[in-house]
């Protein structure tokens, strides 16, 4: 497979030549070469390994604005494309409208960074077992965690391969040149191969605190949340995508779901945070409610976190940053100076919340001021045919706050969950891609939604009813207001509705529409917010295509989806 698959690690260190007027001198050997074959020996180099691994999460633009962003909710329902005018990024305005390119840049990136983790997985899984004889003073115990961090992490990797492009090459090994030409697996062998790892994983990886300080390493939680979604998933395509060939061997696995979920929900790891009306001191201000908080760099690795990204701002520039992108490609793009005129400052503006969003959210839910910023709700009744703006605020430089101006939002929206404060990175940034906010992959309160979703399909509708409303409940005690009131009944729609307002604007809305079919019902026929009509094809535009060069790369043994091709 001539992929971005390629034979990781072969890290070359060369010692000093000392060099004089000998016989060495004509025939020198490096007295210190270190490859593959010699690598993984020592601990200290099983550790690098999985360094080596983790990594990869921070691959410019890959895994936030890419994935997240425009690969999953601008595909989808709740993100426009943005831009100050309609194609001022023509990549994400072709993915927005479901028109996707072979060759844009963001399937590349995302393809080739999953699988270079992937091969760096495969490396560490195949050799960190012969470290134990290798190297006299091997802690074996935390030699099989490290061999379960990278199984977690291959897991992970995989699994956001299938949300995105479906079917793709199955690769458990370090491939030999025979194998660099492959070509796409069935969705359910993936699946199996993510199944075991998670289970590996679980059976030897610590529960969360169990790392000290190494906040960002998988945990045994990571990995039986990761497990619940993945269940969570396969049963619904077995469910409910009863028409595509290629769910066909998808089985039903509710209850592994709820089981999984639930080991989580009773470890005591977990925290709804904010749920008993707790407050916090961040740069957003002195009593920041518990979901807002979440949200913030102050909140990086609270316990609502059950695996993130982890971001820092070290001040380097574009390739050198360890940081997220979507700060910067999302927050407000202009402000109101102090004339009233509409000023352009340093962000985006991309990715905006769509009306259809914004409608979507109770009047009253504290969790709308987090997620989104508006200008008016789209919802509301308006006063004598006046609607009154909404004076949301943005901080700028100097920890200035400065009134957002929509005049250049199709949507009159822009995201607010990746928001950073004027002094952690506007004031000295030095590239994009460099927000210190970590990025939630996986949250306490999805594995609720999913232990929801579970029970409900189990037709356990109590059990159902008391975790959907968990989930409200802390969305309650973040405001004032009352909203969401508790459910007294739980159907389908109410899940939908609540994924869609709790995990908004982080990356699983086009996923679930696909798992639930209910993209074509959604998504065809309808109307941007920029008045372009999407048209979705059934059996096309559930998964984005390949890359066009892997296509080529793979010597015909690869082939599109049919409508990709």
Same mark, same amino acid.
């Not at 409208?97 to 091969?119: H, M, P, Q």
């Not at 059976?203 to 998988?218: F, K, M, T, Y």
């Not at 008016?376 to 920890?399: C, E, H, M």
């Given at each position: 497979?001539?992929?971005?698959?390629?034979?990781?690690?072969?890290?070359?260190?060369?010692?000093?030549?000392?060099?004089?007027?000998?016989?060495?001198?004509?025939?020198?050997?490096?007295?210190?070469?270190?490859?593959?074959?010699?690598?993984?020996?020592?601990?200290?180099?099983?550790?690098?390994?999985?360094?080596?691994?983790?990594?990869?999460?921070?691959?410019?633009?890959?895994?936030?604005?890419?994935? +997240?962003?425009? @690969?999953?909710?601008?595909?989808?329902? *709740?993100? /426009? %494309?943005?831009? !100050?005018?309609? #194609?001022?990024?023509? $990549?994400?305005?072709?993915?927005?409208?479901?028109?996707?390119?072979?060759?844009?840049?963001?399937?590349?990136?995302?393809?080739?960074?999953?699988?270079?983790?992937?091969?760096?997985?495969?490396?560490? +899984?195949?050799? @960190?077992?012969?470290?134990?004889?290798? *190297?006299? /003073? %091997?802690?074996? !115990?935390?030699? #099989?965690?490290?061999? $379960?961090?990278?199984?977690?992490?291959?897991?992970?990797?995989?699994?956001?391969?299938?949300?995105?492009?479906?079917?793709?090459?199955?690769?458990?090994?370090?491939?030999?040149?025979?194998?660099?030409?492959?070509?796409?697996?069935?969705?359910?062998?993936?699946? *199996?191969?993510?199944?075991?790892?998670?289970?590996?994983?679980?059976?030897?990886?610590?529960?969360?605190?169990?790392?000290?300080?190494?906040?960002?390493?998988?945990?045994?939680?990571?990995?039986?949340?990761?497990?619940?979604?993945?269940?969570?998933?396969?049963?619904?395509?077995?469910?409910?995508?009863?028409?595509?060939?290629?769910?066909?061997?998808?089985?039903?696995?509710?209850?592994?779901?709820?089981?999984?979920?639930?080991?989580?929900?009773?470890?005591?790891?977990?925290?709804?945070?904010?749920?008993?009306?707790?407050?916090?001191?961040?740069?957003?201000?002195?009593?920041?409610?518990?979901?807002?908080?979440?949200?913030?760099?102050?909140?990086?690795?609270?316990?609502?976190?059950?695996?993130?990204?982890?971001?820092?701002?070290?001040?380097?520039?574009?390739?050198?940053?360890?940081?997220?992108?979507?700060?910067?490609?999302?927050?407000?793009?202009?402000?109101?100076?102090?004339?009233?005129?509409?000023?352009?400052?340093?962000?985006?503006?991309?990715?905006?919340?769509?009306?259809?969003?914004?409608?979507?959210?109770?009047?009253?839910?504290?969790?709308?001021?987090?997620?989104?910023?508006?200008?008016?709700?789209?919802?509301?009744?308006?006063?004598?045919?006046?609607?009154?703006?909404?004076?949301?605020?943005?901080?700028?430089?100097?920890?200035?706050?400065?009134?957002?101006?929509?005049?250049?939002?199709?949507?009159?929206?822009?995201?607010?969950?990746?928001?950073?404060?004027?002094?952690?990175?506007?004031?000295?940034?030095?590239?994009?891609?460099?927000?210190?906010?970590?990025?939630?992959?996986?949250?306490?309160?999805?594995?609720?939604?999913?232990?929801?979703?579970?029970?409900?399909?189990?037709?356990?509708?109590?059990?159902?009813?008391?975790?959907?409303?968990?989930?409200?409940?802390?969305?309650?005690?973040?405001?004032?207001?009352?909203?969401?009131?508790?459910?007294?009944?739980?159907?389908?729609?109410?899940?939908?509705?609540?994924?869609?307002?709790?995990?908004?604007?982080?990356?699983?809305?086009?996923?679930?529409?696909?798992?639930?079919?209910?993209?074509?019902?959604?998504?065809?026929?309808?109307?941007?917010?920029?008045?372009?009509?999407?048209?979705?094809?059934?059996?096309?535009?559930?998964?984005?295509?390949?890359?066009?060069?892997?296509?080529?790369?793979?010597?015909?043994?690869?082939?599109?989806?049919?409508?990709?091709?």
């Amino acid at each position: 497979m001539k992929m971005n698959i390629i034979k990781y690690l072969v890290l070359l260190l060369f010692g000093m030549y000392l060099i004089g007027c000998s016989e060495d001198f004509l025939n020198p050997v490096p007295p210190a070469v270190l490859n593959e074959g010699s690598f993984y020996r020592t601990m200290d180099q099983a550790d690098q390994a999985l360094t080596a691994c983790y990594a990869q999460f921070n691959a410019v633009g890959a895994w936030d604005k890419d994935l +997240i962003m425009t @690969l999953s909710d601008i595909t989808s329902d *709740d993100e /426009e %494309a943005g831009g !100050d005018f309609v #194609n001022e990024v023509p $990549g994400a305005e072709n993915i927005n409208r479901l028109t996707t390119e072979k060759t844009d840049g963001s399937l590349d990136n995302v393809y080739g960074t999953l699988f270079r983790a992937i091969a760096l997985c495969n490396a560490a +899984i195949t050799r @960190l077992p012969g470290v134990a004889d290798a *190297d006299p /003073e %091997a802690d074996i !115990d935390l030699l #099989n965690k490290r061999i $379960g961090e990278a199984k977690f992490l291959r897991a992970i990797n995989y699994l956001y391969l299938t949300f995105v492009f479906g079917e793709v090459p199955l690769v458990d090994h370090t491939v030999g040149s025979s194998e660099y030409e492959l070509g796409r697996a069935n969705l359910k062998d993936i699946y *199996d191969l993510i199944e075991q790892d998670l289970k590996d994983a679980i059976a030897v990886l610590p529960e969360r605190g169990g790392w000290g300080s190494e906040h960002a390493r998988a945990t045994k939680g990571a990995a039986q949340a990761l497990l619940a979604r993945m269940c969570l998933f396969e049963s619904s395509y077995h469910q409910y995508c009863t028409d595509d060939a290629r769910f066909d061997r998808m089985t039903e696995r509710w209850a592994d779901a709820l089981s999984y979920a639930e080991a989580v929900i009773t470890s005591g790891k977990y925290e709804l945070v904010g749920i008993n009306g707790e407050t916090y001191n961040t740069w957003r201000g002195a009593e920041t409610n518990g979901f807002r908080y979440v949200f913030t760099s102050d909140g990086d690795f609270c316990p609502e976190g059950i695996f993130e990204i982890s971001c820092i701002q070290e001040w380097l520039p574009y390739i050198d940053a360890r940081g997220n992108s979507l700060a910067h490609w999302t927050t407000a793009r202009y402000y109101y100076d102090e004339n009233y005129v509409s000023t352009y400052n340093q962000r985006w503006g991309l990715g905006l919340p769509t009306r259809s969003l914004l409608a979507e959210f109770e009047d009253g839910d504290p969790r709308l001021e987090t997620t989104i910023a508006y200008e008016y709700r789209f919802d509301s009744v308006n006063v004598g045919g006046i609607w009154y703006p909404k004076n949301d605020t943005l901080q700028i430089g100097n920890a200035r706050w400065v009134p957002i101006s929509f005049t250049n939002s199709v949507s009159k929206t822009y995201q607010r969950k990746w928001e950073c404060s004027s002094a952690e990175y506007w004031d000295n940034y030095k590239d994009w891609c460099c927000a210190p906010n970590n990025v939630r992959l996986i949250r306490y309160a999805e594995v609720y939604l999913i232990a929801a979703e579970a029970a409900l399909a189990l037709g356990q509708t109590d059990k159902a009813l008391g975790y959907l409303n968990k989930v409200r409940e802390r969305a309650r005690m973040c405001g004032t207001t009352g909203a969401p009131a508790p459910l007294t009944s739980v159907t389908f729609d109410d899940i939908v509705h609540e994924r869609r307002v709790e995990l908004a604007c982080e990356g699983l809305r086009m996923f679930d529409l696909v798992r639930w079919n209910l993209a074509y019902e959604l998504l065809n026929n309808k109307p941007n917010d920029d008045g372009y009509v999407k048209i979705f094809n059934k059996g096309q535009n559930e998964f984005q295509p390949l890359p066009e060069r892997e296509i080529t790369l793979s010597g015909g043994k690869m082939r599109q989806y049919p409508g990709w091709e």
